[in-house]
């Protein structure tokens, strides 16, 4: 009997390491699913990128108008080609650069129609036969009977075309092709049977923007078409707004031809250097597992158990999506065209772009502050690098142009939080004197000077969002305030302290909700709180109406408490916020973003975002529980169409990222995150400084929702909100669930 015991005790072991083994060698990128986010209005693109690199190469299949943001969407099924340059979840159509299509034969020059392949290029393709991970996409091309797989490096995209065999295989570069946006100078040039460079400079969202590059096939082309301006010729040698060329090679059967695209800002050189350094072999799958390790090793500083593998999918899919925004200008030597439009060679490190601050200094810059500092400093110091080339911080910027497309000076708050968190990769002083700069010097979006003179911004002189930007203008100066009191800077701590009180002006008492001014002081009349309105319908309010925005003050939530009288004030007003459902809002058709309701709560639109955690501090924690598990059952879903908005370059991923642990930053740059409810078992951190922490939820279940108590290192939290210090030291954060609220 003992014998026996010992056998079945020793098969056991066997049986749980071989289980371990399997468990180890699953690798986290393989949980993310870059479809996500692909339908609906999430404008995510599901091509092949390493974490915030310069090239993006996916495919594209519409190039205007809100469905195609991206320049991808689930519900088309015809593929144009695969460009460089993509946007990952904004509401704006631009990019898209550096087109290439595989085909076969002697085709139209033109894309065509995205329902009709025979009117172009373009290819028919079905859902069934895509795969993407991180770092690769694949897809078979229906029309020409080609497999497409494309993976990258931070600057070059490297494509794998697997043929039929024929005589006249080809691969097409297209530089009239952008998403949104239209080529204004264009060239491609053959340097060889088996390389060509090129440019392509455009005007849409971003007003301008350029890329040299170099491509490199891994088979010589034997002959060239050329398409200039509506003219076919043979020429080697093209230039203008139309530039494509047609290359033509014979493969055999399942012959497959390689083609390595380098992008550059600096020059054709620079984007010849890039590719030698980053891909200088022909070995495809090897990029892929360079590529797909570098993930990996992103995505392993944060490890979950979840409750189920669909939740985590959605973890790691938001994780990834968190990194996939700014993005890399500099080449591998240094160089890149600056804000200036001049040659510059960095000499702080690599330089970034495309900055979504309206949406992602409330959670995305203050997770990559959390877990990833080195990255949130190169971002910091490129905003910095922006100020000393042209004076200005970026506030929505794309390709190194600034759109103005949206409100607020939120680069203020990203460095402020970098600064107060102990950053010092940059002068403080320079730092602040930017900061200052952003709140005093007029620019599109602020005219301070009126904004002084009333204490707020009235609309029949600001003229448009004139509520909106007085909220966010006073955020941004609290930030302000809080990086002169650290610098001992007393007269302009007090100045912009003074000024961070002036979202009280345009708070109406006698509706409880907050409401445009003239400059007279008189209430807007007639006054729809319901009504929806953004910049190009000339309202009050940004993506947003006077309920949503109502609650926009980050930084003094016990000030905003106190002019609704009472906590149970505050609560009652909160509770009707979520609890009146409207069916369709006035306004909506104009304003898309708004999406994601419970009843007047948009979770699809970032003004939203920290409104549930305003119950925490108003002493209701059950309700926070209450409405982040509604959130969660029914906007991060792990299909195509799981998102229930835009994705904005991070923001609504690190919403659940953070969500999921338990905490967010109401107030990003406090230091302070205010406590939730976990939604996942367990999740450790492993912290930049060396540290672990973690996250415990115990008897956490679809009904076991409320917390009943939290410890932190086995003392309990009685307040609504845990310190980054705290975080950082590591050790055991722990919350007691259950399903009565507390």
């Given at each position: 009997m003992q014998e026996n015991m010992k056998i079945k005790t020793w098969l056991l072991f066997l049986l749980l390491t071989w289980v371990n083994s399997i468990l180890m060698a699953q690798k986290l990128s393989d949980y993310v699913?870059?479809?996500?986010?692909?339908?609906f209005t999430g404008h995510t693109y599901p091509g092949a990128t390493t974490p915030f690199g310069m090239v993006q190469v996916s495919p594209d299949n519409g190039t205007d108008g809100w469905k195609f943001c991206s320049g991808y969407h689930t519900d088309s099924k015809s593929i144009i080609g695969f460009s460089h340059t993509h946007l990952s979840?904004?509401?704006?159509?631009?990019?898209?650069?550096?087109?290439?299509?595989?085909?076969i034969g002697d085709v139209p020059f033109q894309a065509g129609e995205e329902t009709d392949t025979s009117t172009g290029y373009r290819s028919s393709f079905s859902n069934e036969s895509e795969k993407a991970s991180p770092g690769y996409y694949r897809v078979k091309l229906d029309d020409y009977n080609i497999l497409a797989e494309v993976t990258a490096t931070p600057r070059v995209g490297c494509h794998r075309y697997t043929y039929p065999a024929s005589t006249k295989a080809g691969i097409l570069i297209d530089l009239e092709h952008g998403i949104g946006d239209k080529t204004t100078e264009s060239y491609i040039r053959v340097v060889d049977a088996q390389t060509v460079v090129g440019k392509r400079r455009?005007?849409?969202?971003?007003?301008?923007?350029?890329?040299?590059?170099?491509?490199r096939f891994s088979k010589p082309f034997t002959r060239v078409h050329s398409y200039e301006d509506g003219e076919i010729s043979n020429s080697q040698y093209v230039s203008g707004k139309l530039t494509k060329l047609l290359f033509q090679f014979a493969t055999g059967d399942q012959e497959s031809v390689l083609v390595k695209v380098a992008l550059s800002t600096a020059s054709e050189k620079g984007a010849i250097k890039n590719l030698d350094a980053e891909v200088p072999g022909w070995d495809f799958d090897q990029v892929h597992a360079q590529t797909e390790e570098v993930w990996n090793n992103y995505l392993s500083r944060i490890e979950i158990k979840a409750m189920d593998e669909g939740q985590k999918r959605s973890y790691y899919t938001s994780l990834y999506h968190a990194l996939l925004m700014p993005n890399l200008v500099t080449d591998v030597d240094g160089f890149y065209t600056g804000w200036d439009q001049k040659l510059h060679?960095?000499?702080?490190?690599?330089?970034?772009?495309?900055f979504s601050l309206w949406d992602t200094y409330r959670a995305l810059h203050p997770f990559l502050a959390l877990i990833y500092p080195e990255i949130n400093s190169k971002l910091v110091k490129s905003m910095l690098e922006r100020h000393r080339q042209v004076g200005l911080l970026p506030t929505n910027e794309y390709g190194m142009r600034e759109t103005w497309c949206m409100i607020g000076n939120h680069a203020v708050p990203v460095i402020v939080d970098a600064f107060l968190k102990g950053d010092t990769s940059f002068d403080p002083g320079f730092a602040y004197e930017a900061i200052r700069h952003a709140q005093t010097f007029d620019h599109n979006k602020a005219d301070w000077?009126?904004?002084?003179?009333?204490?707020?911004?009235?609309?029949?002189?600001?003229?448009?969002?004139?509520?909106?930007?007085?909220l966010e203008s006073s955020y941004d100066d609290y930030c302000v305030a809080q990086m002169a009191k650290a610098l001992n800077r007393e007269e302009e701590y007090r100045f912009f302290s003074k000024r961070s009180t002036y979202y009280k002006n345009v708070y109406d008492k006698s509706l409880m909700l907050v409401r445009g001014r003239d400059s007279q002081g008189n209430w807007r009349s007639p006054f729809n709180p319901f009504s929806l309105t953004s910049e190009s319908e000339g309202g009050d309010f940004t993506e947003g109406n006077a309920w949503q925005w109502t609650w926009h003050v980050q930084h003094d939530v016990e000030g905003l408490i106190d002019m609704f009288g009472s906590k149970e004030q505050f609560v009652t007003k909160l509770n009707?916020?979520?609890e009146t459902n409207i069916d369709d809002l006035p306004g909506h058709e104009a304003v898309p973003d708004v999406t994601g309701l419970i009843g007047l709560y948009a979770h699809g639109n970032e003004p939203s975002h920290h409104i549930a955690y305003l119950y925490s501090i108003a002493g209701r924690p059950d309700r926070t529980a209450e409405i982040i598990r509604e959130i969660f059952d029914r906007f991060y879903l792990p299909d195509r169409d799981g998102l229930v908005g835009n994705d904005d370059c991070g923001q609504m991923s690190a919403w659940y990222i953070f969500s999921a642990m338990g905490f967010y930053p109401v107030d990003p740059i406090s230091g302070k995150y205010v406590i939730g409810a976990p939604q996942v078992p367990e999740i450790i951190l492993s912290l930049p400084n060396g540290n672990r922490f973690t996250i415990k939820a115990n008897r956490l279940s679809e009904k076991n929702k409320y917390v009943k108590a939290i410890h932190l290192n086995g003392k309990p939290i009685e307040s609504y909100s845990i310190k980054y210090e705290e975080i950082m030291k590591g050790g055991l954060l722990e919350f007691q669930m259950t399903n009565k609220p507390r």
């Open positions: 699913d870059p479809f996500i986010g692909t339908a979840g904004t509401g704006a159509a631009e990019m898209g650069d550096i087109l290439i299509m595989p085909v455009s005007s849409g969202f971003t007003n301008d923007h350029h890329y040299y590059f170099c491509a060679k960095s000499e702080t490190g690599e330089m970034y772009t495309n000077s009126n904004y002084d003179r009333y204490g707020y911004f009235p609309f029949d002189v600001s003229s448009v969002e004139s509520v909106s930007r007085t009707t916020l979520f």
